[in-house]
Every structure is written in C-alpha cells, then in structure tokens.
C-alpha cells in the first residue's frame, strides 16, 4: 500500500505524481466524476447528465449514454484540470465505480447485453418478489437483481436460457473497463441475499433457487451467474486497453490502474457520511429516498418493505427504501420557472430553488391539510405499481405557495418514513442520529428541518455532504490504494472526516406535530392514489 499524505498535498503536484483517486458515480440524473488526493480532499469534478427512458414498459437508459456519458463526464473532469491546474491528467493511482443499485442486465458469453437495461425502478416483479421472499424467508424487494431474474423465467422470456452473467450497472462498467465480473460487498447484497459471517452468497438460498428451476432445463445453475464478492480495501482489476478507450478515447491516461470493487449508492452514500460504524445512519435523498442504519443485531422479523443488505466491510444494514422522492417537487420547480418566462421575468431555476424553498419552513406545521403524493413511478412500499403525481386540498385552508412546498417535501419523505415505522416500532432499532446527503438539502437547513420532522431523530450535514456518492466511490479506491496495514474502513473514514465541519438541527416540536398530522392524511389518502391510478390509465 502507498503512504497517504498527514497533510492536504498541493493538487498539481499530485496530479503530476499520479496520485490521484478517481471515482465516478453514475446517478438517476447525473453521471459525476470526483478526483481526489491521497487524504481524500477533492481537487476536481466533472459530470455529464443523462435520464432514464419509459421504452416498451420499462425503465431504462440506453447503453449508449452509459459510455457516452462516461466519457463525456472525464472528458469534463479532464478539462476541469488542466483549467485549474495547468498541467493534464495522464495517470492515476486508482479508480471507483459506483452506480444505481439493483436493477438487471443479463449478459451473453461475449458480454453482450440479452435485453435492454433494467433499472431500479421497475415494478413489474411482484410475483418474483413475492415467492422468493416465501422461499428464502428473507425480504427479496421487488428492484432486486434477482427478482428481475425470476420474473424473467417466471414469463419465460427466451434470453434466460442464454444468460452468462447477471450484474448491476456499476459492475457492468466496471466489468467493461477491466475485464473483471466482481462487485463490492454492499452491490453484491442488492443483487441476492449475503451473510455478513461469510462475505459471500448465501449458499442454502442460491440452492433454494436452482431446485425451484430444475424442471425448466435452464442450462446454469445460480452462483455461476453471480458476479464474485469483494471486501472493501481489495483490487478489483485493473484498467485494460481496451477500457481505456471507452473511459478516455484521447488515451492521454494511461492504462493498468488499479480499481477497487464496484459499489452501489448505498454503499458510497454510507462512505461519503461516515456511517458504516453500528448505531450510525444515513439518508441519500434525491430522485429516490433511501435510509441506512447499520445493525447491533439481525432483525428479528422478515419485512417485505426493509432491505436487508450490508456495508462496504460487511456489517448488517437495515434499509428503508423509496422509489419516490423530489421528482415532482422538482417538476413544481420547473412549473414556476416557467411561469417567470411568460411573466418576462426569466428567473434562472437555481434561483427558483434557493428563494423558494425555504418559504416551506413558514407554511403551516401540517402543509394547510393538504395531501400530496410524490408518485412518479410505483412504490413498493406503500403498495402501488404504477405512480400518479396527485395534490388535493381542504378548500377550508389556506392555499399558499409556502404550504404547497412543505407538503412536497413531507411528501418525499412519506413511504420512507412506513419503512422506518417498521424498524424503530416493529424493531426497536435505534440510530443516535441521521446524517443527510443528496439535493434534498440543497437549500440550507430546510431539508434537514424537515427531515429532522420526518424521522424523529436529529439530522446532521457535513459540509462534504454536496459531494456525494462519487467522492463516496474515490474514498474507497484511496482506502485500497492508501490504507495502512490492517488499518479498518472505519478507522480510515475517521481519519478522513477529522476536522470535518458538521451543522445538527434537532427536531422541532411543532414541526414533529405538524409531520404526524400531514403522516396520517398521507396514509389515509391511499383509496385517493388507487383511484386516480384506476381511472388515468
């Protein structure tokens, strides 16, 4: 392992010595790419953005956007340096790959892709979820990799019988770039259930699988299809050429970098907040909403709305989970913005947000009784396979701007408040605090405030929480490259956030009260999103 600076190096001499980490996340919105020196301190970004499509039923992105915008995103950082700097970026010390958890891309055995990329964010596995959960007796979620998988033979698509490999999107650009079908520890667990004794599969569930598949003459059994598991802290491959030139088509860097093991957003979302110790929590809210709490012990009931997964170094990690989040507050944004165009007053979106957003926090404790339901897509945890944006009103109440926003924002957060009922009430699980990352609380204080009302429990923001699940990803290709000898994730991750600047909001009590009022007309308002699904088909 190399020796990691005591103290912030100078990024060109960094960048010139080939120092440098490089993690790149590949977001709902946005592909991003972080480089940062051997203590972890970002010295440069670059991104390029993309979004999923709705082809033939399903959620997806073209694979041509994936290497595009990879390569469009280091193209960008590549820039960034050379700007910033003066000098190019020829080599580095190592790199990450992170990326939207679950999903399903079947790959033949040259690698090529069966059927088009299935996201997260499909629900059409209900079935598949349903009877591996009965069959593992562990929740097996409807976005799972191999909930995909079953409810492909369960409809007896023909590309099952040629499948060579199942992975996620992280673990497919990983394996294009080195070669390597490995995934990290945390990706691996939202694919199919780990043992965190073990650090691998569960043996009696993957052979629970392969017997419920015998009779069909499907020509593979389960765990040859899986991709291999890797601790945290392990290589997991290194740059080809031939992966050089999907990254970097100039071939300015040069090849035979070492990368650490592929991770989630999960994973890279516990990284980047520090949360990977027992008792530690963390919420990654944007596009989707999704809390972590890392477990003093296992659950003691199987729940079909928790995931069960584990971190980057192997511990049990309870996750409350929600497709939705801000989709349709950010379309509410977008209406405004459009309504200052055709006001002549072209009032720039990031505006918007920054003067808008906080009026949330002078609306009435519970929104002015308004109803509101975020559902872009399904939500598995609240029951609905389809999505429906929906505001209804007490005409009684006041009808304000300030109201509107605080019910989009409680809204947000509702289906993963019912996930985090089950572990805190159901479970006894506790969590001394949340820490918070992703734009949910891109407006100072008011997504902490209003998380602190919908979880109970006070929220903390570092002032690294804007750099997210790439720098995530870098950290844990600097912990492979730059960690000391038997020197553990955590242990590391204290070292990098020593001296971090951090801002705790309690929870307010009118805003508590206000959130359980607006909670309970969310659940009651079920019957209203059934119907409005029923009837706008």
Same mark, same amino acid.
């Given at each position: 392992?190399?020796?990691?600076?005591?103290?912030?190096?100078? *990024?060109?001499?960094?960048?010139?010595?080939?120092?440098?980490?490089?993690?790149?996340?590949?977001?709902?919105?946005?592909?991003?790419?972080?480089?940062?020196?051997? +203590?972890?301190?970002?010295?440069?970004?670059?991104?390029?953005?993309?979004?999923?499509?709705?082809?033939?039923?399903?959620?997806?992105?073209?694979?041509? +956007?994936?290497?595009?915008?990879?390569?469009?995103?280091?193209?960008?950082?590549?820039?960034n340096i050379e700007s910033e700097y003066g000098v190019p970026l020829t080599s580095l010390a190592g790199i990450g790959i992170s990326g939207m958890m679950h999903g399903y891309l079947a790959l033949d055995e040259k690698g090529q892709l069966l059927v088009p990329f299935r996201t997260w964010r499909n629900t059409n596995t209900v079935e598949a979820s349903q009877r591996l959960t009965e069959l593992f007796g562990f929740p097996v979620p409807l976005r799972w990799s191999v909930?995909?998988?079953?409810?492909?033979?369960?409809?007896?698509?023909?590309?099952?019988?040629?499948?060579?490999?199942?992975?996620?999107?992280?673990?497919?650009?990983?394996?294009?770039? !080195?070669?390597?079908?490995?995934?990290?520890?945390?990706?691996?667990? $939202?694919?199919?259930?780990?043992? *965190?004794?073990?650090?691998?599969?569960?043996?009696?569930?993957?052979?629970?699988?392969?017997?419920?598949? %015998?009779?069909?003459?499907?020509?593979?059994?389960?765990?040859?299809?899986? *991709?291999?598991?890797?601790?945290?802290?392990?290589?997991?491959?290194?740059? %080809?050429?031939?992966?050089?030139?999907?990254?970097?088509?100039?071939?300015?860097?040069?090849?035979?970098? *070492?990368?650490?093991?592929?991770?989630?957003?999960?994973g890279t979302g516990m990284v980047a907040t520090n949360s990977i110790r027992k008792r530690t929590g963390n919420v990654s809210a944007g596009t989707s909403a999704f809390a972590m709490i890392v477990l003093e012990s296992s659950l003691k009931e199987v729940h079909s709305e928790i995931d069960v997964l584990v971190t980057p170094d192997g511990s049990p990690v309870a996750m409350a989970h929600s497709n939705n989040c801000t989709s349709e507050l950010d379309a509410w944004m977008?209406?405004?913005?459009?309504?200052?165009?055709?006001?002549?007053?072209?009032?720039?979106?990031?505006?918007?947000?920054?003067?808008?957003?906080?009026?949330?926090?002078?609306?009435?404790?519970?929104?002015?009784?308004?109803?509101?339901?975020?559902?872009?897509?399904?939500?598995?945890?609240?029951?609905?396979?389809?999505?429906?944006?929906?505001?209804?009103?007490?005409?009684?109440?006041?009808?304000?701007?300030?109201?509107?926003?605080?019910?989009?924002?409680?809204?947000?957060? $509702?289906?993963?408040? /019912?996930?985090?009922?089950?572990?805190?009430?159901?479970?006894?699980?506790?969590?001394?605090?949340?820490?918070?990352?992703? $734009?949910?609380?891109?407006?100072?204080?008011?997504?902490?405030?209003? /998380?602190?009302?919908?979880?109970?429990?006070?929220?903390?923001?570092?002032?690294?929480?804007?750099?997210?699940?790439?720098?995530?990803?870098?950290?844990?290709?600097?912990?492979?490259?730059?960690?000391?000898?038997?020197?553990?994730?955590?242990?590391?991750?204290?070292?990098?956030?020593? $001296?971090?600047? !951090?801002?705790?909001?309690?929870?307010?009590?009118?805003?508590?009260?206000?959130?359980?009022?607006?909670?309970?007309?969310?659940?009651?308002?079920?019957?209203?999103?059934?119907?409005?699904?029923?009837?706008?088909?």
């Amino acid at each position: 392992m190399k020796k990691r600076y005591i103290m912030e190096a100078d *990024p060109k001499e960094v960048i010139l010595g080939g120092e440098g980490i490089l993690g790149i996340e590949f977001g709902s919105t946005r592909i991003k790419a972080t480089l940062v020196s051997s +203590d972890g301190s970002p010295i440069g970004h670059g991104s390029h953005t993309w979004e999923n499509k709705f082809e033939h039923g399903v959620w997806t992105y073209d694979t041509e +956007d994936v290497f595009s915008g990879l390569a469009g995103c280091y193209y960008e950082l590549q820039r960034n340096i050379e700007s910033e700097y003066g000098v190019p970026l020829t080599s580095l010390a190592g790199i990450g790959i992170s990326g939207m958890m679950h999903g399903y891309l079947a790959l033949d055995e040259k690698g090529q892709l069966l059927v088009p990329f299935r996201t997260w964010r499909n629900t059409n596995t209900v079935e598949a979820s349903q009877r591996l959960t009965e069959l593992f007796g562990f929740p097996v979620p409807l976005r799972w990799s191999v909930a995909h998988l079953y409810q492909a033979i369960l409809d007896g698509e023909e590309h099952v019988d040629r499948i060579a490999r199942i992975t996620t999107l992280a673990g497919y650009v990983h394996f294009m770039l !080195t070669g390597k079908f490995v995934l990290g520890l945390n990706e691996a667990s $939202g694919m199919f259930p780990v043992d *965190p004794n073990t650090g691998d599969y569960y043996g009696k569930m993957t052979e629970s699988f392969d017997e419920t598949i %015998t009779d069909l003459g499907i020509p593979w059994k389960l765990k040859e299809i899986l *991709p291999e598991i890797l601790v945290a802290g392990t290589e997991g491959g290194k740059l %080809t050429e031939a992966g050089l030139s999907v990254l970097d088509p100039t071939k300015r860097l040069l090849p035979g970098i *070492p990368f650490c093991p592929p991770e989630g957003d999960a994973g890279t979302g516990m990284v980047a907040t520090n949360s990977i110790r027992k008792r530690t929590g963390n919420v990654s809210a944007g596009t989707s909403a999704f809390a972590m709490i890392v477990l003093e012990s296992s659950l003691k009931e199987v729940h079909s709305e928790i995931d069960v997964l584990v971190t980057p170094d192997g511990s049990p990690v309870a996750m409350a989970h929600s497709n939705n989040c801000t989709s349709e507050l950010d379309a509410w944004m977008m209406l405004f913005h459009e309504v200052s165009i055709k006001l002549d007053h072209d009032v720039s979106l990031s505006s918007i947000y920054e003067k808008l957003l906080p009026l949330a926090l002078e609306g009435d404790p519970d929104a002015g009784g308004l109803l509101t339901y975020g559902y872009v897509s399904g939500e598995h945890v609240t029951g609905f396979e389809e999505g429906r944006p929906l505001l209804v009103r007490d005409p009684s109440r006041a009808f304000s701007v300030s109201n509107v926003l605080r019910a989009h924002l409680f809204s947000a957060l $509702g289906a993963m408040r /019912m996930g985090l009922d089950i572990l805190f009430e159901e479970e006894g699980v506790t969590v001394d605090e949340i820490r918070g990352h992703g $734009g949910f609380f891109k407006a100072p204080g008011v997504g902490q405030r209003i /998380m602190a009302a919908a979880t109970g429990v006070p929220v903390r923001l570092q002032n690294t929480a804007g750099e997210g699940g790439s720098w995530g990803v870098a950290l844990l290709a600097a912990y492979m490259v730059y960690r000391s000898e038997s020197e553990s994730l955590a242990d590391y991750l204290d070292d990098v956030f020593r $001296g971090t600047e !951090t801002s705790v909001v309690e929870p307010e009590e009118n805003d508590l009260e206000g959130f359980r009022e607006f909670f309970n007309r969310y659940k009651r308002g079920f019957p209203i999103e059934r119907a409005s699904i029923d009837t706008l088909k």
